[in-house]
């Protein structure tokens, strides 16, 4: 199990570390020139060859790669400025520090991808597992045809629709904003329940979609059938021989769909000018802030990484057959 | 009052399709005494487990049943839910084809047996754990304390259907069904399976009621038999009677198709 472990944790290296190459590669080497873009308009030559001597472009490739990971564990200086580890570079349209930006819009991200997963894993999962039970009734077709249409809506659409009739018109909801809940939990409940409903919506009816199939394939299993020849209660039966699993798989998918959000909702989040990873994505890809964008990007993937690996670790404690075979 | 122990009479199993209802099972009429066990033969789709399921309750939704299914002179057929909950598994047990597929993979064997034995006796879960492993070794199963915290796919197919039967008669059940519980197993496996049947029958003095569709598996082990047909029961006597004397031409063609050691084979 440890090498197992061990193992997966070098490939999770490894991946994030081509995922840095070729980031580096796409942002810094064939996009328009950074020293250019941060001499703006009264530009010289000498300005430029400057620039570049301080962010080190004109060292050859490898080194500043080089330069670049050494410095998001290390530090680095940029001519006379220190960036400390972890440095991630500073944004060429704020010259804020990359990494404090990060930190500071986070927690945002965090609060609205928890609080949508827990909401499409509740109404998505009991759901489904509603339809599957009561499956072929009005409830099962009635909720599997709201599901349908629940995907097929863009959260774009939604967020400004419930924007208008919400926050403008009927004026039940602020306008969100990040407000942190310890300045005041009813405003940032109030602040978020959108961006979370938003977010939730799609995921929510992917999911009862999947768990009504999931539930009924397990029902047509024999070992269903077993319990109950057993004359097991039926709450144990559910329990055991049907929820178990049917809803093992839905944790990996879980997994990944939660790890893609931590790297930011872009559009939800853009929509509802909150100010997050997603936002700070959007801002930097239109402005072509070049650092700002591979931090991004390197962070998403990061993210999704972790997020494999968490999965298929806690897969080998759900289902048995797995740890065997891994042991 | 007869020593039956176990009476059908008159089971009809209708099941709803498209085309409309269809009888699956038509008039069947049977008897279990003590002791004693019951072949029931036929080709698959000849309403063999519709009987067994109709007896415990677990037929499809929308089937119907008519007739009567005793076990000790208390009905059965019409029963709810709830009620049959306390017949099955305790009174009546089951043993299915596929032991892989009918064990739940996500869970030790032994907690497998150990829950239905907590739900019908009640009890600690050490005390359970102990019946649990007591039954293992009663199917001869090797190292049976440590084995109990293994899982299905742990076991060989053998080992896997021998888990299934200890599971069954762990509740000392008055019959035991067996739905083709050799079909799925190798031909050594099986000849194993049936001995092991046989020895814990004789005993535990549990009915039995098996299913195959296998002439020579049933000739091995049943005192009587009744062959079906697409739902019919078209022959019902004792082992001896069937197979020496087949009064119906369905049964002497499936003896006839039993491929047998003398037979002459035009290559």
Known sequence: MMRYVLGRLGGVVLILLAVCLFTYLIFFKLSPDPAVMICGKTCTPERIDSIRDVLGLNQPLLTQFWDFLSGIFAGRDYGSVHCSAPCLGYSFQTNESVWSMITARLPVSITVAVGAAVLWLLVGVIGGLVSAVKQGTWWDRSAMGLALGGVSVPNYVLALVLQYVLVVKLQLLPFPSAVPFADDPLLWLESYLMPWVVLAVGYACLYARLTRSNVIDTLAENYYRTARAKGLSGALIMRRHALRPALTPITTIFGMDFAGLLGGALITETVFGLNGIGKMAADSIAKNDQPVIMAVTLLAAFFVVIGNVVVDLLYTALDPRVRVVSS | ?267
């Open chain 2, 1 to 267: 009052m007869s020593d039956e122990l176990f009476v059908v009479d008159n089971l009809t199993v209708t099941l709803p399709t498209s085309r409309g209802p269809v009888d699956v099972v038509k008039n069947v009429s049977f008897t279990v005494g003590r002791d004693e066990t019951v072949g029931i033969v036929g080709e698959s789709g000849s309403g063999k487990s519709m009987t067994a399921l109709a007896v415990l309750g677990l037929l499809p939704r929308g089937a119907r049943t008519s007739g009567s299914v005793r076990l000790d002179g208390a009905e059965l057929l019409g029963r709810s839910d709830r009620d049959l909950k306390s017949v099955r598994g305790n009174a009546i047990s089951m043993v299915f084809q596929d032991p892989l597929s009918s064990l739940n993979p996500y869970y030790t064997v032994g907690l497998q047996i150990e829950e239905m034995y907590r739900t019908h006796r009640g009890g600690t879960r050490r005390a359970a754990r102990r019946v649990a492993i007591e039954a293992l070794e009663r199917v001869h199963i090797p190292d049976a304390a440590r084995r109990v915290d293994h899982y299905p796919h742990q076991f060989s197919g053998g080992m896997r259907q021998r888990v299934m039967i200890a599971m069954a008669l762990c509740c000392s059940p008055s019959l035991l069904i067996a739905d083709e519980p050799t079909t799925a197993l190798d031909v050594t496996v099986q000849a194993q399976i049936l001995e092991l049947l046989s020895e814990l029958q004789s005993t535990t003095g549990t009915g039995m009621m098996f299913i195959t569709h296998d002439l020579a598996v049933i000739s091995s082990i049943a005192q009587r038999v009744l062959v079906m047909q697409s739902g019919d029961p078209v022959e019902y006597g004792t082992a001896e009677q069937v197979f020496s004397d087949p009064r119906h031409e369905y049964t002497r063609m499936l003896l006839d198709a039993v491929p047998r050691i003398d037979d002459e084979v035009a290559l």
